[in-house]
């Protein structure tokens, strides 16, 4: 398919941060977008709005005239099985799922892809910023809701030669098609964060997910790079003994590219970069985002922008340049006193690297986390490892448990259970429950000083409506 040929796409399920940025790609190209969603607020919603991409509430056949050249649906609504895919069907429309249609739009250009459990939207984000800034021009579809300075998390450049996106191991159309997404793609650099055990209703062993991606990793051209983070275990065993080209980044002395003097100061993060193989500091980077984390993807931008022909001032620049992603250790203002930050964490490996950037920028003061986990069979499967993921927070406190669409409720699970699990590590750990009962907590027991983290993949960030009356914004 010849996407230049395309005048009308419409996206089925537009709100999710992968297909909003892919909507804003297709609309950079001169493509009319038109999409659906169901009424609930998303954090897409006001980057799609701010540039122009309308969408309509409800599924519905109505919502495919005029016959658009292209649908491209969600995994979740039914997917496949949504009103408006089956109606498109019958009326001989074309029909992709996102992953088919982020491999279609990667293809013209090289592409550079960050795949892992955790931190693929930040590096991919971070890399961006760096080659924007240096007037790469970059194209890109990242699953974020708004991507800081870029102010968009999608984008089409005629200009540049790159094209990054977030590989995702999950599954092309989950019971239809149980391949991972990433599987379509055609890497030129891929960048791996990590790789923890994650999507057990796709991978029911570790193994499996291991052996993903592996078959990965070895679609990279021998003229291309693989850029591993030998901190995490599994990806220096998943890497071992792979005949493609390879460097190495961490706080490992085993690294090919090496994170030395890492300091903090309130808002600040610095770090230096150290050449294994010429045996030399090569720069000082400045970051305005906390976290061991987050130098680790800064580390990985730096490779990367090695490989693009970056000067180490170069990528120094862009990495410094970079202020962060929405729902990514994101300042939403001040309440009571009390400063409150958003984060997307919602895996166990997540959550402690997330409190562990807190605790890092914030020694002293009283770390509050509230966390709402997503899915019943994520929370059932990783239950001991989430109880234990809050080494870094004074306070605890859980939401119910956000369901997925493609689940059916477990009652053998829930955040009650999750919280009297957590207690046993963490005095102060409370169930907490809906949004209302979590308002009403927040206005109880948050004093003046305290660092409140709001963390899930769920709908934990609509508490930032309620709380916006008293929230003054101060970044």
């Known amino acids: 398919m010849d996407i230049r040929k395309l005048k009308h796409v419409h996206f089925t399920g537009i709100k999710g941060v992968g297909m909003a940025a892919l909507a804003l790609y297709f609309r950079d190209l001169g493509i009319k977008v038109t999409g659906s969603d169901v009424e609930e607020v998303f954090v897409t919603d006001e980057t799609l709005a701010k540039n122009g991409v309308l ?40 029909v992709l799922t996102y992953a088919e249609a982020l491999a279609l739009v990667s293809g013209d250009k090289k592409l550079i892809s960050v795949c892992g459990v955790g931190g693929k939207g930040s590096t991919s ?50 019971g239809i098609n149980n391949d991972p997404k990433f599987s379509l793609l055609k890497p030129f650099i891929t960048v791996v964060t990590n790789i923890e055990h994650d999507h057990p209703d796709i991978y029911p062993k570790f193994a499996d997910t291991l052996n993903t991606f592996r078959k990965y990793f070895l679609k990279i051209p021998k003229q291309g790079l693989l850029v591993a983070n030998i901190d995490n275990l599994n990806t220096k065993r998943t890497i071992k003994g792979l ?20 300091k903090y100061s309130e808002g600040r993060t610095a770090f230096s970069v150290y050449s294994k193989k010429d045996k030399i500091f090569l720069t000082d980077i400045n970051l305005r985002v906390p976290g061991k984390f987050n130098v680790q993807n800064a580390m990985a931008a730096y490779v990367v922008g090695k490989k693009v022909g970056l000067t180490d001032q170069e990528i120094k620049l862009g990495l410094e340049r970079y202020l962060g992603c929405m729902r990514r250790f994101e ?12 984060d997307y964490a919602h895996h166990p490996s997540e959550i402690k690297v997330t ?23 994520r929370t059932k499967i990783l239950f001991k490892d989430f109880s234990k993921a809050f080494a870094d927070a004074d306070v605890v406190g859980f939401m119910d448990i956000y369901a997925s669409a493609r689940e059916s409720k477990d009652n053998t699970v829930s955040s009650k259970l999750l919280a009297k699990e957590t207690k046993k590590h963490k005095k102060n750990t409370y169930y907490l429950g809906d949004l209302k009962s979590i308002l009403k907590w927040l206005n109880k027991n948050t004093k003046e000083g305290d660092i409140v983290i709001t963390m899930g993949a769920g709908d934990i960030f609509h508490i930032y409506k309620d709380l916006k009356s008293d ?3 101060r970044k």
């Open 125 to 174: 984000s971070m890399i961006a910023v760096a080659l924007d800034v240096n007037n790469l021009h970059p194209s890109f579809v990242i699953g974020m809701g708004n991507i800081y300075p870029l102010e968009t998390s999608g984008r089409y450049d005629k200009n540049g030669k790159y094209f990054i996106c977030e590989a995702d191991e999950y599954a092309i159309s989950p």
């Open 331 to 342: 300042k939403k203002g001040v309440f009571k006193g009390a400063a409150f930050y958003d």
């Open 55 to 94: 969408w309509t509430s409800g599924f519905s056949a109505n919502n495919i005239e005029p016959k658009p050249d292209l649908l491209v649906t969600t995994g979740a609504h039914g997917g496949l099985k949504n009103p408006e895919v089956l109606v498109a069907i019958e009326k001989g429309i074309k």
């Open 355 to 377: 409190l562990d950037a807190a605790r890092n920028w914030y020694p002293e003061k009283r770390i509050i986390a509230i966390f709402q986990p997503h899915t019943f069979s």
């Open 471 to 473: 929230l003054s914004i």
């Open 243 to 262: 005949k493609i080209p390879i460097q190495t980044y961490g706080f490992s002395k085993d690294a090919d590219w090496q994170i030395k003097n890492l």
